[in-house]
């Protein structure tokens, strides 16, 4: 999930109420079996895709609880967080100063960043494009302050895949309804007017039952990076912005 502003019609400051109403069961679901196993397929598509490199700068753009930029700044990058909702930005912060992590976080919203041009090596945006008022303006507002040759990585969910089916199915309302999935195609050409697009997908495992034995995990993640790339229920993709 994440925060910048809900598509079609919600504004702001409705965004900010909806994720500050999230905040302390934000992280409850990576505490789960399910949840912790989810987070760790995501993060390893996403940061094979980042090449984190030590002493870099990095912006995490939507960063809610601080999931990845702490991640980020463990794996040696001078970081900053960025989200709408103050809440959440509280919990990052609480959570930066007990693990240690210098890890800086501000209030602002993607599609306005407060950063002068050519700012970071490195922009992750996990969860933030299926919430934004217009994904084609907070894109090019990511790339630019990226420097030249930086490297924006953006995780969404899949349209395409089951995932995305049972969310839509929900009889209540969630922070899903409003949400905007991607397929790999949609976002592959949200992306490539700033260069050559890589993406790969992750989560084959399907979003009910009990959590899948290690192995399992392993094989019906191989099987489906092999055979069914484009239905994982979560896409990863990262492009290169030109010199």
């Known amino acids: 999930m994440s925060k910048d502003r809900i598509e079609r019609g919600i504004g702001r400051n409705a965004a900010r109420t909806a994720f500050d109403s999230l905040a302390r069961e934000y992280d409850l679901w990576y505490r789960t079996p399910l949840g912790a196993l989810v987070d760790a397929l995501e993060k390893e598509a996403i940061f094979s895709l980042a090449d984190v490199q030590i002493g870099e700068t990095a912006l995490d753009v939507g960063c809610g609880t601080g999931n990845y930029a702490l991640e980020l700044a463990r794996r040696g990058a001078r970081v900053r967080g960025i989200d709408s909702s103050p809440r959440m930005l509280e919990i990052a912060r609480?959570?930066?100063?007990?693990?240690?992590?210098?890890?800086?976080?501000?209030?602002?919203?993607?599609?306005?960043?407060?950063?002068?041009?050519?700012?970071?090596?490195?922009?992750?945006?996990?969860?933030?494009?299926?919430?934004?008022?217009?994904?084609?303006?907070?894109?090019?507002?990511?790339v630019r302050t990226l420097k030249p040759g930086?490297?924006?990585?953006?995780?969404?969910?899949?349209?395409?895949?089951?995932?995305?089916?049972?969310?839509?199915?929900?009889?209540?309302?969630?922070?899903y309804s409003r949400a905007h999935f991607f397929s790999p195609l949609a976002l592959a050409a949200l992306l490539r007017p700033y260069g050559n697009v890589a993406w790969q997908t992750a989560v084959f495992i399907p979003p009910w039952g009990v959590r899948p034995k290690p192995m399992a995990v392993r094989v019906t993640e191989f099987l489906g990076r092999l055979l069914l790339k484009p239905f994982g229920a979560f896409i990863a993709a990262r492009v290169v912005k030109g010199r």
């Open 94 to 142: 609480w959570k930066a100063q007990e693990q240690g992590l210098p890890v800086e976080f501000m209030h602002g919203f993607v599609e306005k960043l407060p950063f002068p041009d050519r700012t970071f090596d490195l922009i992750t945006c996990v969860t933030v494009l299926e919430f934004a008022s217009s994904p084609e303006d907070a894109v090019a507002e990511m």
């Open 150 to 175: 930086g490297r924006l990585v953006v995780g969404v969910l899949n349209a395409w895949s089951l995932w995305a089916v049972a969310r839509r199915m929900e009889r209540k309302e969630t922070i």
